[in-house]
């Protein structure tokens, strides 16, 4: 099984690790540090939430793990395990469109709406992380 058993933590190559969907029960951290910013992590199996300094970030349902998650301006990568067909969310720049890739595929491109959310589906295996990109056209 793929999950973060801290429920978040840093990686040596400046990204974080958040989210456990084998848990039954909610679990959160508030106020992790990392390069500067404060980030909260709720997850469990039906949900996994990530804000950074009380915005948020990313929102999967059902819950996920998230591996190596990486965001600027630009682009945000990250990798992704589950067990089930997941609805991801991400705020990103508002009414901009971004192209989507998985294991370095496109999947299409997609507009923001006014308030920067982006989502898309995924079918995920037990045990195998998909690598995700989302870049900005």
Do not use: C, W
């Not at 996920?64 to 990250?78: E, G, H, M, Q, W």
């Not at 991400?90 to 890739?101: N, R």
Request: net charge negative; glycine share 6%; proline share 1%.
């Amino acid at each position: 099984m793929a999950f973060v058993e801290e429920l978040i933590r840093k990686e040596s190559d400046d990204t974080i690790s958040f989210g456990n969907y084998t848990l039954k029960n909610k679990s959160k951290i508030s106020d992790f540090e990392h390069q500067g910013d404060l980030y909260k992590v709720k997850t469990y199996d039906k949900i996994t939430k990530l804000e950074k300094n009380g915005l948020f970030v990313y929102e999967s349902v059902p819950g996920t793990a998230v591996f190596n998650f990486f965001a600027r301006n630009s682009d945000v990568s990250f990798e992704v395990a589950g067990n089930d067909t997941v609805q991801i969310t991400l705020e990103l720049e508002a009414e901009s469109e971004y192209e989507i890739y998985r294991d370095d595929m496109q999947l299409g491109r997609m507009k923001t709406n006014l308030g920067g959310k982006l989502v898309f589906s995924l079918d995920l295996e037990e045990g195998k992380k998909v690598k995700i990109k989302v870049v900005k056209v």
